[in-house]
């Protein structure tokens, strides 16, 4: 059985840390607390589950913390948590599995993070980190804000998943603001971004409704040809939000239609196109985007997956499409696919109970 050791920065996270260091209490064979300046009851809490809380000064730099919390690991393998993370009871089953079976060629494994899940319990949004590496590679953090991890070597990637819990934490003015005015110190500096700078500079003023602001930036990084594959797709996607919330609807499809540039459709690229087309009732049109969602394989990509624009939605707008078009074979054949994926759905429940009167008037007829 491998040893970990588990690794987090926190500040002000009396809300939430103990229901974090409960989830994987017995996990890891140490636990590390870099503790960023916190002036509640943190470090208490903290108290109760280590004895390895350390201070670091804030500088402004998230890899700078990361990379401190790690200097101080001891055990075969690191795995960083946030404060608002949550290991479930049955990835944590995983997780033990992983730790017992777990070779030592082994470099780095990647999990899910899913940021959120829907009221039925399925996952909304997810994409792969790497949470697990070789205390003995080093691997670094890089960047000030949004901080990635660099890894190399024998990569394993796990279905294993945790959950980014940002919903249940009270987040002040100052806090959701604090990534935005990093980067703004950073230009008053006079820094020179980086790609990956550019499109997280343009993610934050996208979040804060800076919306002519980020489409310059987004537009910037895509024009500097240097990013991540999935950064690229992901601008473009934004970067048609942006357009969206503008009212420039021909600049969103074309931002939306420029992802393609760089990878295969994805399924929420697919999706929003097939939406424009119903939009404007051109449904054999929209049809074909639904159904290209529907068939990608998404299952090994990194980047952000939203679950429902790969399984039920474009089921479900398929179904209206054909009923437009006077399918009635097809239409009630993908609202039985949307019901697989989610049959307690209001809309999906409204269609059962219209295909169900269509069948009894079919009957009597």
Aim: hydrophobic residues 35%; proline residues 2%.
């Amino acid at each position: 059985m491998r040893s970990f050791s588990i690794c987090m920065i926190v500040k002000n996270e009396a809300d939430i840390l103990e229901e974090t260091l409960e989830s994987v209490k017995g996990v890891g064979d140490e636990i590390i607390i870099v503790d960023t300046g916190s002036t509640d009851n943190t470090k208490d809490i903290a108290k109760k589950y280590t004895d390895l809380i350390f201070d670091f000064k804030w500088i402004d730099d998230f890899a700078a913390a990361r990379n401190a919390s790690y200097s101080y690991a001891t055990k075969d393998y690191i795995l960083f948590m946030d404060a608002d993370d949550f290991l479930p009871d049955e990835e944590r089953a995983k997780l033990l599995q992983l730790k017992k079976n777990l070779d030592m060629s082994v470099d780095a494994v990647s999990m899910f993070t899913v940021t959120g899940v829907d009221e039925f319990g399925n996952p909304i949004f997810k994409f792969r980190r790497h949470r697990l590496v070789k205390r003995s590679n080093h691997f670094k953090w890089h960047g000030s804000v949004h901080e990635y991890l660099e890894v190399g070597g024998n990569i394993l990637h796990s279905d294993i998943y945790i959950l980014h819990r940002k919903q249940k934490k009270k987040i002040d003015k100052e806090r959701r603001r604090r990534n935005l005015n990093i980067y703004e110190k950073k230009l008053k500096r006079g820094d020179v971004f980086s790609p990956r700078d550019l499109f997280y500079y343009a993610n934050e003023l996208k979040d804060h409704g800076k919306f002519q602001k980020a489409v310059e930036q987004y537009t910037k990084f895509l024009n500097s040809r240097e990013g991540w594959v999935e950064d690229n797709i992901r601008a473009c996607i934004y970067l048609a939000d942006c357009h969206r919330s503008l009212g420039n609807h021909l600049e969103e499809m074309e931002a939306l239609a420029k992802s393609i540039v760089f990878d295969i459709p994805r399924p929420e690229v697919s999706c929003r196109l097939g939406d424009m087309y119903k939009e404007k009732n051109m449904f054999d049109k929209a049809i074909i985007w639904y159904r290209l969602a529907i068939e990608i394989d998404v299952s090994d990509l990194l980047g952000f997956q939203y679950e429902q624009y790969s399984t039920w939605y474009p089921h479900l707008q398929i179904c209206v499409c054909y009923w437009h078009i006077g399918n009635k074979e097809l239409s009630f054949y993908h609202h039985q696919k949307a019901k697989e994926y989610r049959p307690d759905d209001k809309r999906i429940q409204y269609n059962e109970q219209f295909f169900k009167k269509i069948e009894e008037n079919d009957a009597e007829g």
